[in-house]
């Protein structure tokens, strides 16, 4: 069975992530408030549908990565008014546990089946189809949509049930932001001991003290830029 994709929120991430399916040959229709982000995407192929209703009902599994929990449950309410049941639904917004389970009861009562699926690496990652995906869901769900989740990305965890992906999701943004606290304090005393910033940041990183942090938002701290696109 050939399956029919949905993506629903096309920013930094999403619009990344619906191009790597487009990529590997998935059928994909696309939508998102600004139409211009999905330009590119139909270009490539993608559909365009003029609203979240008209997408969930032409499609198989339904696809949402956007910027908050309220989004997500109202982009929900709008997939659930449309949806055909046996629908999928994937979640790839970062939610709480106790969210994306509320959420995922209020689909089921509607015949829709969730997965939640959020992604850590960077959007340099999402880009090139490398990004690591964090499932959580039935593990038949999960085998279903495999092909897709590797279109999107390199590394792949099905973690657990529902609600485990979002755990893992926390633990890696907390590991994340110490790791680029400690980076800028490590920067910081190169920089008071008078020594050449360029040549510390390549000396961290062929160290043991290096890390994936490091590696790549630590030469933003380098170049004094907010643009991690």
Excluded at 81 to 101: C, F, N, V, Y
Excluded at 206 to 216: K, R, Y
């Amino acid at each position: 069975m050939i399956m029919r994709y949905g993506y629903i929120g096309l920013g930094n991430l999403g619009g990344h992530l619906a191009a790597s399916l487009l990529r590997e040959g998935f059928e994909v229709t696309v939508h998102d408030v600004n139409r211009d982000l999905a330009k590119r995407l139909t270009d490539a192929g993608a559909k365009w549908a003029d609203s979240v209703g008209d997408l969930a009902a032409n499609v198989d599994a339904v696809i949402t990565c956007l910027p908050s929990p309220a989004v997500s449950e109202k982009v929900l309410g709008e997939i659930l008014a449309h949806a055909k049941p046996g629908t999928d639904w994937i979640e790839m917004s970062t939610l709480g546990r106790d969210e994306i389970q509320r959420l995922a009861a209020m689909a089921a009562e509607k015949g829709v089946r969730a997965m939640e699926l959020p992604v850590t690496g960077g959007v340099h990652l999402a880009a090139q189809g490398k990004i690591t995906m964090l499932a959580g869901g039935e593990q038949d769900m999960f085998d279903r949509h495999l092909p897709a989740l590797q279109a999107m990305g390199d590394q792949i965890f099905h973690m657990g049930p529902l609600g485990s992906a979002a755990i893992i999701k926390v633990i890696t943004n907390m590991l994340a932001f110490i790791h680029l606290v400690a980076d800028g304090e490590a920067l910081m005393l190169a920089k008071r001991g008078g020594l050449d910033l360029a040549k510390s940041w390549a000396a961290i990183k062929a160290s043991s003290g290096t890390s994936f942090v490091h590696e790549t938002e630590g030469q933003l701290i380098l170049n004094g830029s907010y643009d991690i696109a």
